[in-house]
């Protein structure tokens, strides 16, 4: 494995040769004028090249293996090129090579007796190990007494790699493998001579090791990132240590695009903020950071490499970097405010006015090549237990009780399989559930059918507006063809899923809390028929577990025009028998008429309200949708007599969503979705608004009022009224639920205050219950708290009143997630005397089928895909792993285009991504900023698959050698006379004539090509350029680029300007 510490010369390489190029802007001029630029001479390699200013950096600090040596070395520097010496560094590092600088020559060995090593500057030529290697001129040079190479020749023919670090004048070296002789024993550091002044401060104390991820004692947060409401991640590894907030700098630095480069493994970060004039520098050595010049220290406990990065508390990085850092840890949301604008804001919102799109749409992903798969006909599956333990004793009673859950999905007969089995020690029989399902994004499932999902075995039925409710449990069939990422019908979707015991679930709409459930017995959530407004629907459920863990979910649905195209039809068919045996059918269809109208049909079989009696009932509905509202008519017939008819309007006015909905009832119709409301409801009228109030110099306030009348065929109607408000001020989330009633004379007022704040690892929720009318009371009073420990644990308290039974319940517990299983321990305690305590202990469990590796983890599995990514060399280029091809190790990913998955390469390339979202698209990409080598490639961009619950997917990613390819342009003049130019457009051509790098020549016409692919080219001048400038000569020319990643010199074009005629 190549040490990382090559990146950085290869890279300071680069940004040197990006400012000769820059510096040769003014030459272009006079280039396309016909004016000579300022040139070299022709190369001398046995003495000091003519013409060329030499920059001289004194007494280079020197470690070695990470240890500091007693002597410095004085480098030069050659345009783009480092320059050390031979001699010293080889008597440094204890290898026999000695140096005739007269000559030019030197000779000796450098990986024992028989890899003899020799060098003739004058022929351009080196001998290693009898195998001779060319080298370009400008790489080597007499400067004095010694030998001066480039740091690229050092690294190619001597077993060490190389890392000049510019701003600290250090030169860190490290052996591919064990040096001859022992080098120069370690002595305490010396204070440095006078030299040019650092931009950052100077590393030599040994760090600490970095910290694996899954040693890390705090606790994983997987962060969604969004800057001007647009989301860059959502996928953002931080950690959670005691009160601080730890943040990959790393990894900030590439989503928001700042020059900050990060080497973790030398512990250091270095680059500039917004403008180079502002320039940062961070050393954990010795805790110093250095912001434009000016150096601070920090705590060394906020700051630390863990894995491939440097993470940083959230509190420092404010004060470094010009931005704000929100963190909204119920919906796991990182909001980045910048204090000034940044590059990539102005980037976004040109791209934004360019594509005409609205500030609030996701960032663009990338698009790779799909790897197919389908479930096979049976796999071990993904695996999530829970048993759960409980003592109660009251009223001289004691009562224990115990139970056993599990989940599991994986691959059976060709299709998706999940179970869920429970069993309490009071039961005779487990209470089990099967289903086999398959999901296709493309509706490309049974044949002409084009189904996008089908479901076998236990099935949920949807709900039916005004027909009929959903049914969550019962053994079936369903079918359809619906876009798996748009709602269930025009203006209503369901939430539906499975929720383990101790487990809670809170829904958020449009950031306003909207719904909370516990775990129930059959192990399932559902928020059934949760409307949508014209515009944007947010929608986030916020999973909390009993050991603490916390995990989000987000659906988004734009309602402003039709989802349906013209002669397209979307079709859903479902058939049921619930628990008791009852048969319910649903069978909808959507059909595009026009661009702006949708016509619905549907045909529902349910048993009457309250009996077995079976109903029939036919819908037939038109949407049409304008330029700012949408208008719905439906009407609905029951086999028999009786009909319902409903009109609708969504529209937005004034920045607020406006939904307008009356329906009426005739005959003996049975709607089963009125059973709230007592008595025989004839007519519903239903309005309700949504949207922000924006006061100046007062926090946004999220209002949303609902208010619904119904008319019943005798007696006064029946109003209702709600209003919920919420804001958050200084990081305290308020929200206040009011609810008015009046039925006849009789009216009610109540509602619901809460008021919920994080403070670092402290969290605090307190609900008051109140009754305004009739009677002014309070009802009950709840209040809630955490605070996380050190080691990882989780301690939680609370306490419940509830005033008119007079009932005190206090409750406490602790847990921790031991990485591989999570434990949790509780008690409570009422005033009436009872008490109860309880231990629920969760372990999952997941298999790596690449390498048959089980793993076991605190944190749910089986709901989620998987991929094993393999990243390895692929010499051969043939995208398959070969016998004796090199594992990549500590290789990232990058999944979505945002960020990068916690998890990196093992010893044998491999790394299992868990936790993708199941039946989505997940684009994956190897990270080129964690290949070790500067050198590697990957071979594709990047890989789409399909995430099935309990499958982990099999993926390659191969990377190949590159190489850099560099030469000189030359202009021939009269008599012969050649002289580089510069301001040259080269250009590197595949064989299919697609350019696929180019770069312009320095002004003695250099060039340099990085990270070349294998294969064969032709490099040429720009054809526009030589046709503008009437060019002849050779300006062309074939190469081959080997798989060895070996540097390719001496590529020289040569022209001259032809004679005007």
Known sequence: MRPRHATLIRRTAFAVAAGLAVAALPAHAAFEAGAPPIGSAAA???????????????????????????????????????????????????????????????????????????????????????????FEPRLAMVIGDEIYLSTQLIARWLPVELAVDLPTWQLRVQPREAAPVAAVPLVPLAPP?????????????????????????????????????????????????????LLPLGELARLLTLAIEVHPELGSANGYLVTPERGFALNLGQDLVSLAGRESGFEPRLASVIG????????????????????????????????????????????????????????????????????????????????????????????YQGAYTAYLTGDLLWMEGAAYATRANEQATPDLRMTLSRHDPDAALLGPLHASAVAVGNVVLPSVRNVMQGSPMGNGVAVSNRPLDQPNSFDRHSFRGDLPPGWDVTLYYNEALVGFQSSRADGQYNFDDMPLSFGRNDFRLVFHGPLGQLRVEKQSFLLDQASVKPGQVYYSVAQQYDPHGTPRSVAQADIGLTRTLTGEVGLVRRPRTGTLEPLTFGQIGLLAYMNDMILSSQLDAMGGGGALGELGLKTRVAGFSVDLLHTQRGGNFDNDQYSDVAGNVR???????????????????????????????????????????????????????????????????????????????????????????????????????????????????????????????????????FGSFGLAVNASYSSQHDAAVGMQLFVALGRDPRTGKWSLDGLPLAGTGAVSARAFVDKNMNGIHDPGEEYVENAGFIVNGGGRHPVLTDANGTALLSRLAPDRYADLALDPDTLEDPQWKP???????????????????????????????????????????????????????????????????????????????????????????????????????????????????????????
């Open 308 to 399: 491939d990065d440097i993470y940083v508390s959230s509190q420092l990085l404010q004060h470094w970097l010009p931005l704000n850092l929100k963190l909204d840890l119920a919906t796991l949301q990182l909001k980045v405010e910048p204090r000034e604008k940044l590059p990539l804001q102005e980037r976004l919102e040109r791209e934004r006015l360019a594509a005409g799109i609205n500030a609030h749409r996701a960032a663009e992903r990338p698009v790779y090549p799909y790897q197919a798969s389908t479930p096979g006909p049976i796999g071990l599956p993904f695996v999530d237990q829970t048993y759960g333990a409980s003592e109660r004793a009251g009223q001289g009673q004691r009562r």
């Open 683 to 817: 007519l519903r009228d239903e309005l309700s608004l949504n949207g922000l109030l924006h006061a100046p110099g007062l926090p946004v306030v999220n209002v949303a009022v609902d208010a619904v009348r119904n008319g019943f065929d005798q007696g006064p109607s029946n109003v209702q009224i709600g209003l919920r408000t919420s804001t958050v001020v200084r990081g305290t989330a308020l929200s206040n639920s009011l609810r008015w009633q009046r039925s006849g004379d009789v009216g009610t007022t109540d509602g619901v205050f809460q008021i919920s704040r994080r403070v670092a690892d402290v969290g605090l929720n307190a609900q008051l219950g109140y009754e305004v009318q009739p009677l002014h009371s309070l009802q009950s009073i709840a209040l809630t708290a955490d605070h996380g420990l050190a080691g990882g644990y989780q301690l939680s308290g609370g306490v419940l009143r509830t005033l008119d039974s007079g009932l005190t319940l206090f409750s406490g517990g602790v847990s921790r997630n």
């Open 193 to 245: 001579p006078p030299g040019p002044t650092a931009t950052s401060p100077v590393g030599p104390l040994p760090l600490p090791p970095a910290r694996r991820a899954a040693d890390v004692d705090a606790n994983l947060l997987v962060l969604e990132v969004q800057l001007d409401g647009q989301v860059l991640s959502d996928s953002f590894a931080a950690y959670q240590d005691g009160k601080q907030l």
């Open 44 to 134: 001398q390699p046995a003495r000091l090249f003519a013409g060329v200013t030499q920059v001289e950096l004194r007494a280079l600090l020197v470690q070695f293996k990470g240890r500091t040596l007693p002597e410095r070395i004085d480098a030069y520097q050659n345009g783009y090129q480092v320059l050390l010496p031979l001699g010293e560094l080889s008597r440094l590092l204890g290898y026999d090579i000695r140096v005739d600088a007269p000559h030019g020559l030197a000779s000796g060995t450098v990986r024992g007796a028989d890899q003899r090593f020799a060098l003739d500057l004058g022929q351009s030529l080196a001998t290693v190990g009898g195998r001779e290697q060319g």
């Open 939 to 1061: 071979l594709t961009p990047g890989v789409r698959v399909l995430p099935r619950p309990g499958r982990v997917e099999l993926v390659e990613f191969p990377v190949v050698p590159t190489s850099e390819v560099e030469g000189t342009v030359w202009i021939v003049e009269a008599k012969g006379r050649r002289r580089g130019i510069g301001a040259a457009d080269v250009e590197l051509v595949n064989l299919q004539g697609e350019v696929v790098a180019r770069c312009t020549s320095a002004s003695d016409g250099y060039y340099l090509l990085h990270q070349v692919m294998p294969g064969r080219y032709h490099i040429r001048i720009a054809p526009e350029q030589a046709k503008r400038l009437k060019l002849a000569g050779a300006l062309d020319r074939s190469l081959d680029i080997e798989p060895d990643g070996n540097f390719v010199s001496g590529e020289d074009l040569e022209f001259r300007v032809a004679a005007a005629r």
